[in-house]
């Protein structure tokens, strides 16, 4: 009978798992004043919450369940600290309103995190399922930028920025479709277990799903999501073909080339860009995004150890931008005097300047663990495509964050969550443990 009521409980486990990665993309509530970031981030944590239920009481059930052992496990190494850091902003007290919001939403995260790479019972097929709801996603997107199908009306706004499928923001839309990207190129070249794929159809179906969610970063004319996925498909193809270099940089060049002259709206922001920088206008070139990385330093200057506190940019930027103006500091033109980020555009600049010097050791700590992992992973656990799939996602996501903001978004957030719960899960275990285990 526990027999039964575990596989019962690992398989609910795995399917509001799926849940959270699946339904929260399709969720908008037209009524509410956030009707896109905030219903899919409430549902992914809500569905998210609910399978690690179910993984707890399975894994209370087992046996086998020391909890002691739990703070051997790396993903606990990995992400708790940076958690802690981030919890002492409560000692802070400037933004409690906006700290309870961001420290619920990192603690659902790192739950989430934990959870799933310890209990999951195929977390690969979980992370892989991701592809679906993006493909359906991308095909809107794609629609909308054809002028086939506008589910969604917007006043006033440009092209670009109409191109929102069920994300409701062109940048959104462009990062949450680099995941899926890379996944889908790994199942082109191999399917998940290490078989390669034989079958004609088969490849045609999942060429074709890649062909999709690409045209759709194409679309989305997101500079930053292109860069990513660039790179993730790089690292996924260097890895591969370790002799064949020059094959992968022609590949690559080639990729880029299809990419900025293929759509014709991209190819001209390209065009524009690149003008900018011979100019060299910087923040031209970079869309405004340097305003936002100058408050940050200056956030991190003015408050070095411990940061503002999650969640506390947006609420500090209107104060540290007016500082700066006043010392002679010129700030992006075309976005007006009177505009304010909520983000800084650039994770690891947020991070410094919410966290501090702190929260930065936490989350180099953390990023040193995961490298780690995916450097010493077991070999022969794992095919040569998933593999190089690890780090592709990690590239990918690291470049994404550069100039982008995609763990602070639910829709972009969660598939990553669910990319750092395989590559923490058994599937890539070392043979000691982080510390130490005999």
């Known amino acids: 009978m526990s027999v039964v009521v575990g596989s019962r409980l690992a398989r609910l486990g795995g399917f509001l798992a799926a849940a959270a990665l699946v339904v929260p993309p399709l969720l908008f509530l037209p009524g509410l004043k956030d009707p896109f970031r ?29 909890w002691r052992s739990l703070f051997r496990r790396e993903v606990v190494w990995a992400v708790g600290p940076f958690w802690l ?11 409690p309103a906006q700290f309870a919001d961001a420290w619920w939403s990192l603690t659902v995260g790192v739950a989430c995190v934990i959870g799933w790479s310890l209990g999951l019972p195929r977390p690969r097929a979980t992370l892989g399922i991701v592809v679906f709801p993006a493909w359906l996603l991308s095909v809107i997107g794609i ?18 920025f109409a191109v929102t499928s069920l994300a409701g923001n062109v940048g959104d839309l462009g990062a949450y479709l680099v995941v899926p990207c ?13 078989k390669p794929v034989r079958s004609p159809w088969r490849i045609a179906v999942w060429a074709t799903i890649f062909c999709v969610l690409f045209y759709g970063i194409l679309v989305t004319q997101s500079l930053g999501p292109l860069a990513a996925v660039i790179a993730g498909l790089g690292v996924f193809a260097f890895l591969l073909l370790k002799r064949r270099r020059w094959t992968i940089a022609l590949g690559v060049l080639l990729l880029v080339t299809i990419a900025t002259l293929g759509v014709e709206p991209l190819r001209q922001r390209v065009e524009a860009k690149g003008a900018a920088l011979l100019h060299g206008e910087l923040n031209e070139v970079l869309t405004g995004r340097l305003d936002g990385w100058r408050v940050a330093g200056w956030l991190f200057a003015r408050h070095p150890l411990l940061g503002v506190g999650a969640g506390g940019y947006g609420a500090e930027f209107s104060t540290a931008k007016l500082e700066l103006m006043e010392r002679g500091v010129p700030f992006y033109r075309a976005h007006g005097p009177y505009s304010a980020f909520g983000e800084a555009h650039n994770e690891y600049l947020e991070v410094a300047a919410e966290t501090g010097i702190l929260g930065v050791a936490a989350l180099l700590f953390g990023l040193f663990v995961l490298v780690r992992r995916l450097r010493f992973g077991a070999v022969g656990v794992l095919d040569a495509t998933a593999r190089a799939l690890g780090w592709a996602l990690v590239v990918a996501v690291a470049t994404l964050a550069l100039a982008n903001f995609p763990l602070r978004v639910g ?24 510390p130490s285990e005999r």
């Open 38 to 66: 905030l219903p899919k981030l409430v549902g992914s944590e809500w569905l998210g919450l609910a399978s690690l239920l179910a993984l707890a009481v399975l894994l209370a059930r087992s046996a086998s369940a020391d």
């Open 411 to 434: 829709l972009v957030a969660y598939p990553i969550l669910a990319a750092l719960a395989w590559l923490f899960s058994t599937d890539w275990d070392v043979a000691g443990r982080w």
């Open 182 to 194: 890379l996944l889908a190129a790994q199942r082109l070249v191999d399917r998940w277990g290490g």
């Open 143 to 160: 629609l909308q930028f054809h002028e086939v199908y506008q589910p969604i009306g917007f006043a006033g706004v440009s092209e670009r």
């Open 85 to 95: 850091v981030t919890s002492t902003g409560f000692l802070i007290g400037r933004h």
